[in-house]
T-cell receptor, first 110, second 114 residues
Framework: KQEVTQIPAALSVPEGENLVLNCSFT??????LQWFRQDPGKGLTSLLL?????REQTSGRLNASLDKSSGRSTLYIAASQPGDSATYLC?????????FGTGTSLTVIP | NAGVTQTPKFQVLKTGQSMTLQCAQD?????MSWYRQDPGMGLRLIHY???????DQGEVPNGYNVSRSTTEDFPLRLLSAAPSQTSVYFC?????????????FGSGTRLTVV
């Protein structure tokens, strides 16, 4: 069974700082990896989707990378803002379902 | 707005009661799934469907039933609610099981069983 780990579980940074969230998975045979954002009491909003053949994806201040061979992905957030405060979830898909990590809770302090 | 719609948003049930959580999507997605989210455990797959008339079990299927009579709808039935089923339930859909276009999630149903 695919295991997904996200480190750190919680992170607090001052506004304007660049930061990196980490995701690791145990089985490198994946179709794709998706990063989500979840605000308290809300659903999941898709941020970036990386197919297995891709190395990275970018959207605005967000950049996600994928290293299948080492079982790792990182989500880079540039120039963080208080509005970025949320829980960030990583999910990997080996072809039959998505397996989720437990998330990193990010707080950006004004 | 195109997307995944879940109803109700909140529900309180008594132990032993049954209910159906509704999920509908208007994106013509073939693949639909139900997850539950519990603190410290992440999201876990309950049941999924790869198309109308086809369903299968996920990681935690006990106590839940599903059916898929149309492409658009994928209801989740709790047969006899138990306190262990207190959770937040999310429905997700994608074009295919391999999710080449990624997942789209509904806003969730927060269920409390007392």
């Amino acid at each position: 069974k695919q295991e997904v780990t996200q480190i750190p579980a919680a992170l607090s940074v001052p506004e304007g700082e660049n930061l990196v969230l980490n995701c690791s998975f145990t089985d490198s045979a994946i179709y794709n990896l998706q990063w989500f954002r979840q605000d308290p009491g809300k659903g999941l909003t898709s941020l970036l989707l990386i197919q297995s053949s891709q190395r990275e994806q970018t959207s605005g201040r967000l950049n996600a990378s994928l290293d299948k061979s080492s079982g790792r992905s990182t989500l880079y957030i540039a120039a963080s803002q208080p509005g970025d405060s949320a829980t960030y979830l990583c999910a990997v898909n080996p072809g039959n379902q998505f397996y989720f990590g437990t998330g990193t809770s990010l707080t950006v302090i004004p | 707005n195109a997307g995944v719609t879940q109803t109700p948003k909140f529900q309180v049930l008594k132990t032993g009661q049954s209910m159906t959580l509704q999920c509908a999507q208007d994106m013509n997605h073939e693949y639909m799934s139900w997850y539950r989210q519990d603190p410290g455990m992440g999201l876990r797959l309950i049941h999924y469907s790869v198309g109308a008339g086809i369903t299968d079990q996920g990681e935690v299927p006990n106590g839940y039933n599903v059916s898929r009579s149309t492409t658009e709808d994928f209801p989740l039935r709790l047969l006899s609610a138990a306190p262990s089923q207190t959770s937040v339930y999310f429905c997700a859909s994608s074009y295919s099981q391999g999710a080449l276009g990624g997942y789209t999630f509904g806003s969730g149903t927060r269920l409390t069983v007392v």
